[in-house]
């Protein structure tokens, strides 16, 4: 969460709307979440990796090799239950 915060202002700039409000932790999904703590720093590598490997698992390769989860990118969709499609552009 803490890393979320730290882009708020580049947030405000580009939708000039701050979304400090809507960063807490129950809005937040951790099912699929990247690596608490982690912000891709060298000493951070084998967690990331170890994390990349069981996304791919997730998604359904078996036994994923380093090779295969490289170039690996995720992305988290939430679907809140709480959110009412009549205001939903999607």
């Known amino acids: 969460m803490e890393q979320r915060l730290t882009t ?3 947030f405000v700039e580009l939708h000039d709307h701050n979304p400090i409000h809507f960063i807490t932790r ?3 999904s951790d099912d699929a979440s990247g ?3 982690c912000v891709r720093a060298e000493q951070d ?3 990331m990796d170890q994390w990349k490997y069981e996304m791919a ?3 359904g390769f078996q036994n994923p090799t ?3 989860t490289q170039h690996l990118k ?4 939430i679907r809140p239950n709480w959110r009412s499609e009549l205001v939903s552009t999607s």
């Not at 995720?74 to 969709?77: K, P, R, W």
């Open 8 to 10: 708020v202002d580049a």
């Open 26 to 28: 129950e809005m937040m």
């Open 35 to 37: 690596p608490e703590g």
């Open 45 to 47: 590598r084998e967690q």
């Open 57 to 59: 698992e997730k998604v």
């Open 66 to 68: 380093e090779e295969q």
């Open 74 to 77: 995720v992305y988290e969709v």
